[in-house]
């Protein structure tokens, strides 16, 4: 149900409408925008006392039930010390029975005094009673002990098509499936829990919707039962992960699901890895390791058979690829099908290491750039080492997209990154971490302005999605999901935009987060 009527008024609401860009007062009626700057004397009055209104924040790449489950899980983020790490798993493991599994995420290397792959032997001893998978921070490796080693029967010097495992623990990309198969599973009440809290994190810090880069069939069941219960307080764009092939040819048949709060048109597919695991498919070696290009994770067959699926039945394609060989392998599919300029809206998630010859494929088949500015400010003091100066250029081209008219889709990649929009918006606008390192900005010609910030995490994210006639935007008739801020992250310093407040998230007309402010 929505909520009654209300002018939202004194406020500086920024549009992103050519045609009035600033204004004063919105008018909220049956959760669309009702008027503009007529506020309804019969209606209720909240004065924004010059809080600044923004269309919602999108997130165009987010892992909805993998942020609820890994809040209930050993968090490993930004530990700076292996031994710390050991004394965190020591210290879980006193709180289990024998044989207990230990989950952990966030682990990584490069923050260590030592930035290589760890051994087993720590984890040997910090839990030598239960069985542990540590994903790290990318989500594109996992460590292990031998107590799951033995509990999986585990081969480590086995070859694994799209997976390697490193130092007999380390088990990279498609090398991780084999110990999956072992994890608890969830039962529909955890995993409808684990959306939830997910939810709720996410409209606290002011996102009003979701792309949700891949949905197992649980996920979408659990889903579709929370915004019929009307649980949900944000919107979700799900992406079917491409894994399940059956149940998309199902679903497929079916055709899109198109619901206003969850709208499932898309079919999300991984190419490669990841740069901080030396799993990103590069053209040449890894400047760190002069034997590895890193990994193709599918066949080129098992992949056109997924996109002539998709374009047949006309869903969008959304693949995830990091690496310049990974890009260059999605993008050899996409333009057999996609041929020149469409609205078929293909993404590539991450585009994060792009040649200038494969932007020019982008422009040429309208292929929209999924990206999350974070990225490249965790990943940038260790790139150099990685692939070498002479390809740092590469690295997230947001400029030079955006030059060339492609569509960038803005988000964050949680619960990789933090899932708050004012940090992806501060790294798009200053290419800095939030010390202020470096000045002036890593790889600075590709910094975008305020506004083609505040675009790609709101008309961007909502064209991705083919949702940009009615939202994205503030005009007559859009739904009313609204972003109400503390100051206005277009004009004040950059240091200050950390520290600006989400006042209100605003989802269909209703107050889903601030309530107490009004």
């Known amino acids: 149900m929505n909520s009654e009527p209300f002018n939202l008024v004194n406020g500086k609401i920024i549009t992103l409408n050519r045609s009035f860009p600033i204004v004063e ?69 006193k709180s289990l029975q024998p044989g207990e599994w230990i989950e952990g995420f966030g682990w990584d290397q490069n923050l260590w005094d030592n930035p290589e792959f760890p051994n087993k032997d720590i984890l040997n001893a910090a839990a030598p009673n239960n069985p542990i998978f540590l994903t790290r921070i990318d989500g594109h490796s996992a460590w292990i002990n031998d107590v799951t080693i033995q509990y999986t029967n585990l081969d480590t010097s086995t070859n694994v098509p799209g997976g390697s495992i490193i130092n007999d623990c380390i088990l990279i990309d498609n090398a991780m499936n ?140 959304c693949t995830h690829a ?24 293909w993404r590539i998630e991450h585009a994060q290491m792009l040649t200038t010859g494969d932007i ?37 081209r947001w400029k030079t997209l955006l030059e060339n008219d492609i569509v960038i889709a803005g988000g964050s990649d949680c619960p990789i990154e933090e899932g708050n929009p004012l940090y992806e918006y501060y790294a798009a ?12 900005g890593w790889q600075a010609q590709e910094l975008l302005s305020r506004m083609e910030a505040l675009n790609i995490f709101t008309t961007g994210a909502s064209f991705a999605e083919f949702s940009e006639n009615y939202r994205g935007t503030i005009e007559v008739g859009y739904e009313a ?4 801020l503390s100051d206005d992250i277009t004009s004040i310093s950059s240091d200050k935009i950390l520290k600006t407040d989400i006042i209100a998230t605003i989802v269909n007309g209703e107050v889903v987060y601030g309530k107490n402010n009004f």
């Open 429 to 440: 606008v200053t290419r800095m971490d939030h010390s202020g390192f470096p000045k002036g």
């Open 481 to 484: 999901d609204l972003t109400i």
């Open 322 to 345: 990091i690496g310049d060989r990974g890009n260059q392998f999605v993008l050899d599919t996409y333009q057999k099908y996609l041929k020149n300029q469409n609205n078929r809206r």
């Open 178 to 317: 084999n110990v999956r198969d072992y994890l608890p599973k969830p039962d529909k009440n955890l995993i409808k829990k684990w959306l939830l809290t997910g939810a709720h994190y996410a409209a606290e810090r002011g996102i009003t919707n979701v792309h949700d880069a891949w949905q197992s069939p649980e996920i979408i069941e659990s889903m579709l039962e929370l915004v019929q219960e009307n649980k949900m307080p944000i919107k979700c764009y799900g992406m079917i992960g491409a894994s399940f092939k059956e149940y998309i040819k199902t679903f497929f048949n079916k055709g899109h699901h198109s619901g206003t709060n969850y709208k499932i048109r898309s079919v999300k597919a991984f190419i490669d890895g990841a740069l901080g695991s030396r799993g990103a498919a590069l053209h040449e070696p890894y400047s760190d390791d002069h034997c590895n290009c890193g990994l193709i994770l599918i066949s080129k067959e098992e992949f056109d058979e997924l996109a002539s699926l998709c374009y047949n039945y006309n869903f969008q394609l």
């Open 360 to 396: 020019n494929r982008l422009k040429e088949c309208s292929i929209i750039a999924s990206m999350q500015p974070s990225h490249c400010t965790s990943d940038m003091k260790w790139l150099k080492d990685r692939i070498g100066e002479h390809r740092l250029h590469r690295i997230s």
């Open 25 to 93: 007062n919105i008018t909220i009626k049956n959760g669309q925008i009702y008027s503009i700057d007529q506020p309804n004397s019969s209606f209720k009055t909240i004065n924004l006392n010059g809080a600044v209104v923004i269309p919602g924040f999108i997130d165009a790449h987010f892992h909805i039930k993998n942020l609820g489950q890994r809040l209930d899980m050993v968090n490993l983020k930004g530990i700076k010390s292996i031994n710390e790490i050991a004394k965190i798993i020591a210290n879980k493991s």
